[in-house]
């Protein structure tokens, strides 16, 4: 399908020329004012506009910025006077890709110049389908996320990744500060370039100073070679350091002036080295509390928290808990090639009941665990980690060492199961017929699933009358 061009000249000799040369290649329309070329710009989808300056009316500028406003912009060429430059650098301004001279035009230049631009425009398309990919990339990932919180922070990320701001995440551990590190990166101008990573905490003030900025053959005892630093390798990409609260006060120095200079020195040298780096850092410490004891600098503090984002705990939007679930549980089932594809309800029940210490984090381990035991094509509540299977209010005094979780079965109060209305102890007896019936009467394994030892299992069998 050829490209669909539009001339607009007030000349019929110069537009008619054109149409004959270049409808071998172009689908060509004509127009001989702007208000004409108007009308057809948003009637159809023009690839290329190309229009002559004078004309009666509205010239060729005010004509290429209306088609710019347009929901398809066309590649837009301004025909001007030979050696008209002032026109010309206006054109530019007013959004032009590019111009041509009328006087001694060749057809080969003008060809030249609308498939360059042509090229640019195709090239800008697909940048920015590329940039909604990765949008959308992030958005299905770990960090998924519908609740008005995670909106906001969505939206914050895709307002701050195409500027240099320094970012400061955060949240408390395993919210998923370096997942929205890494988004941020995706989706930014830098993407072509490394993101390096830095986790600060567990690095003595020596090492972590030498993984920073590197250092010289000889900096000091070990330092048998040169060893580039982090900063180095981030050069034109971005520097995420994870922890950054766990710094000691003298690398922080240092941060404040690679910040405001950008530049610094290796370990053992006095080379000044300039590096283009964009700093994002992530902590879930409290920074101002830590400001207050002087152990974190205020002016570094602000120099870090040009823009801040805080991550919710998955406490705070347990209506993304499901979602969430759901994403980890099809990643989990496709690396372990499981036919597993949903939760039962007490399942689900009891993974959006539990209070998430670990966040995203936990909850994906919670997850793996669940896939890992699932028999069938549902994951059960006897799949779920032990610790979120025991449910208070179900549980009979034991025996020292026999503490029983009966309620982690199908059916306990707490999650509003069948047997909600019934008493403890028959809730109890319930419970042992289900987790009997699961394991076709084997004794043990059936211990194992109530979380109690098979000792405890066969006394209350005889209590209940079970056989």
Not at 128 to 154: A, C, D
Not at 273 to 288: C, E, F, G, Q
Request: glycine letters at 8%; one cysteine or more.
């Amino acid at each position: 399908m050829k490209p669909l061009l539009l001339i607009v000249d007030d000349e019929k000799t110069q537009r008619e020329g054109l149409r004959a040369v270049l409808e071998d290649h172009y689908d060509v329309y004509i127009a001989d004012n702007a208000a004409s070329a108007i009308e057809l710009l948003e009637s159809e989808p023009f690839d290329v506009l190309l229009t002559d300056f004078r004309m009666p009316g509205e010239n060729g500028l005010k004509l290429i910025k209306r088609a710019k406003s347009l929901g398809h912009p066309p590649v837009c060429i301004l025909m001007t006077a030979f050696g008209s430059e002032e026109t010309a650098v206006q054109a530019i301004k007013e959004g032009a890709d590019d111009y041509i001279p009328k006087g001694g035009m060749l057809i080969e230049d003008l060809e030249k110049k609308i498939q360059r631009a042509l090229k640019l425009q195709k090239l800008e398309e697909e940048n920015t389908v590329l940039k909604q990919q990765l949008g959308k990339k992030f958005r299905t990932s770990n960090i998924v996320g519908e609740s008005p919180v995670m909106r906001h922070v969505f939206d914050t990320v895709e307002q701050v990744a195409p500027t240099q701001a320094t970012v400061l995440i955060l949240g408390e551990s395993g919210t998923g500060k370096e997942l929205i590190a890494k988004a941020i990166h995706q989706t930014s101008n830098r993407s072509h370039h490394p993101m390096v990573t830095v986790h600060c905490a567990g690095l003595s003030p020596t090492l972590l100073e030498s993984e920073l900025f590197g250092h010289e053959k000889g900096a000091f005892t070990g330092a048998h070679e040169r060893r580039i630093g982090r900063f180095e390798k981030a050069d034109g990409g971005t520097l995420f350091l994870d922890e950054i609260g766990e710094i000691d006060t003298s690398t922080q120095i240092k941060l404040l002036r690679i910040l405001g200079e950008r530049s610094f020195e290796r370990v053992g040298s006095t080379k000044t080295i300039k590096v283009d780096v964009r700093l994002l850092a992530a902590t879930n410490k409290n920074l101002p509390k830590l400001m207050g004891e002087g152990k974190f600098r205020e002016d570094l503090y602000y120099r870090l928290r040009v823009v801040e984002i805080q991550l919710p705990s998955l406490r705070e939007r347990p209506t993304d808990i499901p979602a969430l679930a759901m994403t980890f549980l099809r990643e989990f089932a496709e690396q372990n090639r499981k036919k597993v594809t949903e939760f039962t309800k007490e399942a689900l029940d009891a993974i959006v009941r539990h209070s998430w210490p670990g966040n995203v984090r936990e909850l994906r381990a919670a997850i793996e665990h669940a896939l890992v035991f699932a028999k069938g094509k549902k994951v059960e509540l006897f799949d779920l980690p032990a610790s979120m299977r025991s449910q208070a209010g179900l549980v009979h005094a034991e025996p020292a060492g026999e503490a029983s979780a009966l309620g982690a079965l199908p059916g306990g109060n707490a999650l509003g199961g069948p047997f909600s209305n019934l008493s403890v102890e028959e809730n109890e007896k319930q419970l042992m017929i289900q987790a009997l019936k699961r394991t076709s009467g084997n004794r043990t394994e059936a211990a194992k699933l109530l979380g109690i030892s098979r000792r405890t299992l066969h006394r209350k069998m005889a209590r209940f009358k079970l056989n």
